[in-house]
DNA sequence: ACCTGAACACCGTTCAAGT
DNA sequence: ACCTGAACACCGTTCAAGT
């Protein structure tokens, strides 16, 4: 056998970026250290100045890797559909690294990548197919975007664990006199332990194109009123 | 004048959470240290474990500090009008404080006071009133407040900057040659710099509203088809 | 060009004292 | 009961050496 080599493979951004995803999801956002991913390569902390040159800049590359997966639409397909190819993938993207999802919502994680920027374009494009005014269609990539990061959030805080934490405190608080102010969570209880992800995101998505088919299209006989 | 006491006012956990929030909307969500709060407050950090048990927890109160402005909607009135109120106001409570939203997006930050679970339940009041279905009306609450959630970071990454960095990265990397598959995105830039995040909320909520009860109304005409 | 190691100014948290 | 201060095991980042 040979001697043994300081590394396996030469110290590249891809490794350490790969390393720093492995890490990100056994430790969370917090749990993410140079130290702990050069520890992980078998190297020391400074060696990962010479690949990237900051954990900043870290960050927003986990960030473009994880989404470099998402890939544009067949864009011969209707808009509907494509709306829902582009935000299962999104959605699949953001849930298989979930604890990313603080790293977009601070300052930092701004993606950069050319591919990221044809997805966007795919997406404007489905609005525009809708039939939405400019100002519409912006409003409505940035309502798509919320929607999508958001359920990622309520989905990885855990529905469970937030109706455990409602109940303990509930009890700890000994509100039984309030019992009759929390009907519809006692009634719902079972439903949210559940209702599975995958059925959020499909309604959610029904939800949200039948309000754009209703709004966006000209032709819909519903909107008589105008002063209220 | 008095000799110089240790402090103006007893140190409480309310002026912990008080400072903790200055801070965090003077340095954002990494920028919260103990030592940080501690000096501003001009106390020994250790002090501060006397009424708080450790970072989380703090990160904890501050999230249910910073919602408790929230109350319940008039409940007499329609539930479109009650939904419209939860969603203003909890996006207004979130924008106050957009670095809490990293905080909400990780494990940590669970609200368990319990005023916010009677906003909670009013808010899933006026999904029942919409007439959906107890798994829908759990899929819409998550729904809901994703699209906040969502919409507050949309909003404090900024679209100005997002598209910016768009710009600077085509620039760099010099693909005129793609420059057809962006048509989409360059015709819509002067809009993502003029559509504001108030008519980003109320677009929509137009759109879900519109949604919902298209979806809710088991006597809408225009759901006939079933295979397809 | 790339890796090492010491060093700097920070963290959160624990614990023994003080009052 | 509450505040202090030292101490511990961590951080990100810089810089002078090494090869």
């Given at each position: 056998?040979?001697?043994?080599?300081?590394s396996a493979?030469?110290?590249t951004?891809e490794?350490i970026v790969?390393?720093?995803?492995?890490e990100?999801?056994?430790?969370?956002?917090?749990g993410?250290?140079?130290?702990?991913?050069?520890?992980?390569?078998?190297?020391?902390v400074?060696s990962l100045?010479?690949?990237?040159p900051?954990k900043?800049a870290l960050?927003?590359a986990?960030v473009?890797?994880?989404?470099s997966?998402?890939?544009?639409?067949d864009?011969?397909?209707?808009?509907?559909?494509?709306?829902?190819?582009?935000?299962?993938?999104f959605?699949?993207?953001?849930?298989?690294?979930p604890?990313?999802?603080?790293?977009?919502?601070?300052?930092r994680?701004?993606p950069?990548s050319p591919g990221?920027f044809?997805?966007?374009?795919?997406a404007?494009?489905?609005l525009?197919?809708?039939?939405?005014s400019p100002?519409?269609?912006?409003?409505?990539?940035?309502?798509f975007?919320?929607?999508v990061?958001?359920?990622?959030?309520?989905?990885t805080?855990?529905?469970?664990?937030t109706?455990?934490?409602a109940?303990?405190a509930?009890r700890e608080a000994?509100?039984?006199?309030l019992?009759?102010?929390r009907q519809a969570?006692?009634?719902l209880?079972?439903y949210?332990?559940s209702?599975?992800?995958?059925?959020?995101?499909?309604?959610?998505?029904?939800?949200?194109?039948?309000?754009?088919?209703h709004?966006g299209?000209?032709?819909t006989?519903a909107?008589k009123?105008?002063?209220?």
């Amino acid at each position: 056998m040979e001697r043994r080599r300081r590394s396996a493979e030469p110290l590249t951004l891809e490794r350490i970026v790969e390393a720093a995803l492995v890490e990100l999801d056994a430790s969370g956002a917090d749990g993410v250290s140079l130290r702990g991913v050069a520890r992980r390569l078998g190297v020391h902390v400074t060696s990962l100045y010479n690949h990237v040159p900051s954990k900043p800049a870290l960050l927003d590359a986990m960030v473009d890797r994880a989404l470099s997966g998402i890939t544009p639409p067949d864009p011969h397909a209707p808009w509907q559909e494509r709306v829902r190819t582009l935000a299962v993938d999104f959605y699949q993207a953001l849930a298989a690294h979930p604890a990313l999802i603080p790293v977009l919502a601070s300052e930092r994680g701004r993606p950069t990548s050319p591919g990221l920027f044809a997805v966007m374009e795919a997406a404007l494009t489905c609005l525009s197919d809708a039939g939405l005014s400019p100002s519409h269609q912006v409003s409505a990539f940035r309502g798509f975007l919320a929607m999508v990061m958001g359920l990622v959030i309520t989905h990885t805080r855990g529905a469970e664990s937030t109706l455990e934490a409602a109940e303990l405190a509930w009890r700890e608080a000994g509100m039984a006199g309030l019992s009759t102010e929390r009907q519809a969570l006692m009634a719902l209880a079972p439903y949210f332990l559940s209702t599975r992800p995958a059925a959020d995101l499909e309604f959610v998505l029904d939800t949200w194109l039948a309000g754009l088919g209703h709004l966006g299209a000209a032709d819909t006989p519903a909107r008589k009123d105008r002063g209220t």
